[in-house]
């Protein structure tokens, strides 16, 4: 079987990639095991792309060929085969069309070196960006009710329609039901079967990055028999299309958001930024608007066009003014195999915040005897004894001055937290 690996593999890499291809193949979990310095990389590449671009040529087929009703004439068949080939491919070429522009694009600024400043760019990156607002308001806390006040006025109440409390919560269950139900028909769109990379650090998946580059494979798309067609539709160049995701930390080109350096306060900064209540020119200009579609497609066509490390993908989106870790999420569904390091795959959160759902594709995971670690880490946080000790002088301290403006319920709850603290 051919493999399409770039050098002649040695006997353990061709043994690795049929291992592979053939558990891809029976949809099972594998453990794979390989000496260092063996190629592992390619391995892992070859063999998981080879079974990718081939069950994409069966499921073209299979999907042209349920478009007929056998009861019809030949003639018939024949004709609506043709015409689903024709739907399918266009698209596909479309799209394949696009990507060669931008290659093209990409090697004429790569040779004119000084291919910083392109003229289509629609925002500056604004050094001035907003400000949060600076008073003591914001620090007032809103009203809240703990679980178990809003647990006893339900029960006490009922609510505005009457309905009992088990009512209420049978129908937030079927209502859940619902919106899951209606979100995965969303999701369902055009998501090929796609491979989802999985390492320690970006600098590993940089590496990863590097080697995809080496790799070419045949077309996704079956040789047309069809003697009226003029395309060999296995003749189209389709380079592998890879997108690398990563955090809003790695991603982020708000200056005045990136600064923060810290993780969480990126990632709360980020979302403060988006809320209704902020006014517009306020908010983060570089957040991908309804209004700007084309801009959203030109960096997914960037993004695709060829391989493109997490630096790469930041380095897109400044150039275009659009903000990559958002302008990202629609292109996962337009990927052949996208690279991610563990937390994002690992946490729950990550993956809701990117609309990132595993379900029905291939994950693979390197140096997966990391996982219990990182899985361990991830749901693990240290805190200090100075920490605490600063978090109970900071809150009565704030408990202090705010004492007169704060509702009394929330001065029982600031105050059961310091006790907490003590
Ligand atoms: N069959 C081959 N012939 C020549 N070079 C190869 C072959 N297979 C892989 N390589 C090259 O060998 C180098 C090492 O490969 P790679 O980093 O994937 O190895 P590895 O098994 O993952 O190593 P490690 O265990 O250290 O991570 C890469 O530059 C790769 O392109």
């Known amino acids: 079987m051919d493999f399409h690996h770039p050098y002649k593999p040695y006997d353990i890499q061709l043994q690795f990639m049929q291992a592979l291809y053939a558990c891809l193949e029976d949809s099972k979990v594998a453990v794979f095991e390989s000496p260092t310095g063996t190629g592992k990389s390619l391995s892992l590449i070859c063999g998981s792309l080879t079974w990718l671009r081939d069950h994409k040529r069966k499921a073209f087929q299979e999907s042209v060929d349920a478009t007929c009703d056998d009861d019809e004439p030949e003639w018939m068949i024949e004709h609506a085969k043709r015409e689903s080939r024709r739907a399918i491919t266009e698209k596909r070429q479309e799209l394949e069309a696009r990507l060669a522009k931008i290659r093209q694009e990409e090697g004429r600024l790569k040779q004119a070196q000084d291919s910083a400043d392109r003229p289509r760019k629609k925002q500056r990156l604004d050094d001035s960006a907003p400000e949060l607002v600076d008073d003591d308001d914001q620090f007032v806390l809103d009203d809240y009710d703990s679980d178990t006040d809003n647990q006893k006025r339900q029960n006490d109440s009922g609510n505005s329609d009457g309905l009992s409390a088990s009512t209420l919560a049978l ?93 969480t306060a990126i990632n709360e900064k980020c979302l403060d930024l988006q809320q209704a209540g902020v006014a517009a020119d306020k908010k983060c200009p570089f957040i991908p608007s309804k209004d700007d579609e084309a801009l959203a497609l030109e960096f997914r066509d960037h993004a695709l066009a060829t391989v493109k490390d997490i630096e790469d993908i930041a380095q897109v989106g400044k150039k275009l003014g659009i903000c990559p870790y958002y302008a990202s999420r629609p292109v996962i569904k337009h990927s052949e195999i996208v690279t991610l390091p563990y937390p994002l795959l690992l946490q729950r959160s990550a993956r809701e915040a990117l609309n990132l759902s595993v379900k029905g594709h291939i994950v693979i995971i390197d140096e997966a005897h990391n996982l219990m670690d990182a899985i361990a880490g991830i749901h693990s946080v240290a805190v200090s004894l100075s920490q605490l000790q600063t978090a109970i002088g900071q809150l009565t301290t704030y408990a202090r001055k705010f004492k007169n403006r704060l509702k009394g319920k929330n001065r029982n709850y600031v105050a059961q937290v310091i006790r907490l603290d003590h």
């Open 171 to 263: 129908l937030e269950r079927f209502q859940g039901k619902f919106s899951t139900q209606k979100k995965e028909k969303e999701d369902d769109g055009d998501d090929e079967i796609k491979i989802f990379f999985c390492s320690r650090t970006h600098s590993q998946l940089s590496q990863f990055a590097g080697e995809l580059r080496r790799v070419t494979f045949p077309s996704s798309l079956p040789s047309d028999l069809d003697p009226e067609s003029k395309d060999d539709l296995s003749k189209l160049e389709e380079r592998v299309k890879h997108l690398s995701l990563g955090s809003r930390k790695n991603l982020c080109i708000n200056p005045k958001v990136r600064a923060l350096e810290n993780n």
